[in-house]
């Protein structure tokens, strides 16, 4: 509900988890329009600054040390803590 209200109050709102059972949920639930501002974590490690107004971070004991995995490509890896990405 905080999601869809600051978006419609003109907001660029995401919802992050670490859970991707949630987060494919409530995609499924919201539609894909809306299912966009619903991501994860390591979602942001390219993002740039300041491309999102607010942030609702759900689940925060799912933060991990960096969003580096075995997918993230090498001009990707920042080396920045998740936390700091966010």
Not at 16 to 28: D, I, L, N, Y
């Amino acid at each position: 509900n905080l999601v869809g209200e600051l978006c419609g109050a003109g907001y660029n709102a995401h919802h992050a988890t670490g859970s991707q059972a949630f987060t494919q949920t409530v995609r499924k639930i919201v539609g894909s329009r809306a299912g966009v501002q619903f991501r994860y974590f390591n979602s942001y490690p390219t993002a740039e600054r300041d491309a999102v107004d607010v942030l609702v971070m759900d689940e925060a004991h799912r933060l991990r040390e960096t969003s580096v995995n075995r997918f993230t490509k090498a001009k990707d890896r920042s080396g920045k803590c998740q936390i700091a990405e966010l």
